[in-house]
C-alpha cells in the first residue's frame, strides 16, 4: 500500500475498558433509549430536538453547553427530548480543512488518531456524567462505531454517506435509533433504501469479523436540503416535502415512519439563524395536517455558544470553527418557544 503505518491503534475493549461505563451511565443510557424509541414509534407525542455544536472542537466549551442542555431540559422535559450533538467527525468533501476531534483533538496540532478514539470516548462519557443526557454523533466511518457504542443515543448518517453500502449495513447493527439523511442531490429513492437496508438484517464483514445483524426497526428519514446540478442549494421542510415523504413511506412496509427536520445546511442555506423560522413553519404546518404532525418527530439544529463562527486557531471561547452556529441566547428562546407551541 502506498502508505506509512504509524502504529496500531487500541481495539475497541481496550478503550472500553481503559474508559469504563458505570452502573449510573448504563441505567442512564437504557432509560433514554427506552424514550426515545417511544417518540419514534408514536407512543410518546414529544418533540425531539437534536441540538449542539457543528463540530464538537475543545472538551470545555462542548461540555459547558451540554451543561447549559441539562438545565433547559429539565424544564421542557415533558414537550421535549433532548439530545446534545457532539459530533467528533467532521465530513469534508475535498478531504481537506479541519475533520473534527477524532483526527485533531487539539485543533491546532497535527493529527493524532489514537489521542482522538481517546478524547471522543472521554467527552461523550463526561457530557454523559455532567448533563444525564445521552448524545447524538455522526457515523462517519462505520469502523469507528465500536469506540463508542456504549455511550451513543442517538446516530445520523450523513449525506454523503448514506449511499455507502457499509454505512446500511452497520446501521442494521446498531440498537439505538439511526437517521439517514436525503443524498445531496435530494434523491428521496436514496434515502429509502437506506432506510429499507438499515431495516433488515444482513451478513457481511464487519472489523475483521463475519457478522449478522437483525437490522434496526428505529431508521428513518433525515431532510437536511440538497443541491441542484448547478450547485444551488434548495430547501425540503416545507409541507409539500413531508407530504411527499409520507407517501412515499406509504409505499413501503417500514416500521417507525418518521422524520428529523435538519434545520441548517442545504435547508437554510447555512444560515444558522433562519433555523428558529424553519422550526416555525414546520410546527405551525403540523397543527393543521394530521399526517404530517405523526411523520415529524422532531429537529436537528446547530447552535453553540457563540453565534457565527471562526476559522481554525480563533480564540473566541465557544464559537464553531467550522459552519456557523446559533448562540446561546437566540437557543435557549428558542427552546422555550418550541415548548410553548407544542
Known sequence: MNMDFERKLAIPMEVKEMYPMTAEMTEIFEKRDVQLKKILSGEDDRIVLIIGPCSADKEDSVLDYVTRLRNISEKVQEKIFIIPRIYTNKPRTTGGGYKGLLHQPNPNEKPDLFKGIIATREMHMKAMKESGLTCADEMLYPENYKYIDDLLGYVAVGARSVEDQQHRLTASAISVPVGMKNPTSGDYSVMMNAITAAQNGHSFIYRGWAGHSYGNPYAHAILRGYNNVNGVAYPNYHYEDVIRLHEAYAKTELKNPGVIIDT?????????????????EVLSYCKKNSDAKKLVKGFMVESYIEDGCQKVGGNVYGQSITDPCLGWEKTERLIFEIAESI
Not at 442555506?269 to 433562519?274: I, R, T, V
Open 264 to 280: 441548517n445546511h442545504s435547508n437554510s442555506g447555512k444560515n444558522p439563524f433562519e433555523q428558529p423560522r424553519i422550526i416555525g
